[in-house]
């Protein structure tokens, strides 16, 4: 998944806009984080017990 933030992150924005800003995406990456939780530590269980190249 590609994702171009220059696209619709607006240009020009007030400290305290850029600030709120960054602090509504954390929260939103944490509310995320937490409630798929068990699928993602499923999902990076399963990356590290299956390496992509086998060992020769």
Do not use: G
């Amino acid at each position: 998944m590609s994702l171009n933030l220059y696209e619709i992150l607006p240009e020009e924005i007030s400290d305290a806009e850029a600030s709120r800003l960054a602090d509504i995406l954390m929260e939103l990456a944490l509310a995320v984080e937490n409630h798929y939780y068990s699928q993602i530590v499923r999902h990076l269980k399963t990356r590290s017990e299956a390496p992509e190249e086998p060992f020769s």
